[in-house]
């Protein structure tokens, strides 16, 4: 297989995992709740869904097992918050902190434990297509339901009326308290959903991406997928773009190793990293760019009646 086709099919298998996390974000940043926590959820998700996939030897289980445990930790996250009043950020770490050494000891018995191997994904005609059919019909179905959701996503957001209450409810809460909508509960559901996406990318990663169990494997992950929300000044479509982008900067090292390209290897493991630290420097240049799509309200806590 030409290795460019083998690094754009990296890419978006790499990419898949961020704009499942970015996505997921971004939900809950619509609704003005910033949750640092992601790393952490995704480390237990990843966990959750390797065991479940060991055990049963069915993706989609693990899968539905790393979403639950994702949304059980976002609910625990967003009553903290949203009802007890807790600063997010300093939540959100702790959750990170949390999920990040309950992962590690959980996972202890399933480091060298391997999951049953699984038929080939090659869409039928289209993946025999020269250097095309490699590169993007071969993929694990949800690749392709991760693009599927990004484009439902921004139909919901922009073209339902749900999606305008729950944007509402991140631009001006007091205003949609007023009018009679249940902030609190439409944030937590926000929340919960996107600790559920958060979820589904870690399961993901442990399940397909590697597939293994090792401690820490997200790897900061959970925190490009934060920045990527910036990055994408709260758009869906743009997170989407954005987290390929990314993926393709993590496995372009591979391809520049594959490919003889002598540098050291500390060097090329940071890319993704100082990629992330560039692209958020280019954009802090320009603020007005950002406030024109950031939720008003998001990162502060809302008071019903105070």
């Excluded at 995992?17 to 974000?25: N, T």
């Excluded at 998700?45 to 639950?68: E, P, R, S």
């Excluded at 590697?210 to 401690?215: A, D, G, M, Q």
Aim: with cysteine; hydrophobic share 55%; glycine share 12%.
């Amino acid at each position: 297989m030409d290795s460019y086709a083998l690094l754009l099919a990296a890419t978006l298998n790499a990419g898949t995992v961020l704009a499942l996390a970015s996505l997921g974000l971004l939900n809950n940043e619509k609704v003005g709740v910033v949750n640092l926590g992601a790393e952490g959820m995704m480390l237990c998700a990843a966990i959750a869904g390797f065991a479940t996939v060991v055990h049963t030897g069915n993706d989609w289980l693990g899968f539905a097992a790393g979403m639950a445990a994702g949304a059980a930790l976002a609910a625990i996250f967003g009553v903290l918050v949203i009802w007890l009043n807790t600063n997010q950020y300093a939540t959100g770490l702790a959750l990170t902190l949390f999920g990040t050494g309950f992962s590690a000891f959980v996972g202890t018995g399933y480091v060298q434990a391997k999951i049953p191997e699984r038929a080939s994904f090659a869409i039928p005609g289209l993946s025999d297509i020269p250097w095309v059919g490699p590169a993007l019909f071969r993929h694990h179905p949800m690749v392709y339901l991760t693009v599927a959701f990004a484009l439902a996503l921004i139909w919901f957001l922009y073209r339902t009326r749900s999606g305008l209450v729950l944007r509402s409810v991140g631009e001006n809460p007091e205003s949609a308290h007023a009018l009679g909508y249940p902030v609190r509960r439409i944030r937590l559901l926000a929340v919960v959903a996107g600790g559920a996406l958060c979820g589904l990318a870690g399961a993901y990663m442990s399940i397909i991406y590697t597939p293994l169990w090792v401690e820490g494997m997200v790897a900061g992950k959970g925190w490009i997928a934060l920045a990527l929300t910036t990055f994408a000044t709260w758009r869906p479509a743009r997170v989407l773009l954005g987290a390929y982008l990314f993926g393709g900067v993590t496995m372009l090292q591979f391809h520049l190793q594959g490919i003889g390209v002598e540098l050291p290897s500390q060097f090329l493991t940071m890319l993704p990293y100082v990629a992330t630290i560039v692209v958020l420097a280019l954009i802090s240049r320009n603020p007005q760019w950002i406030r024109i799509n950031m939720p008003t309200s998001i990162g502060k806590p809302f008071h019903p009646g105070s």
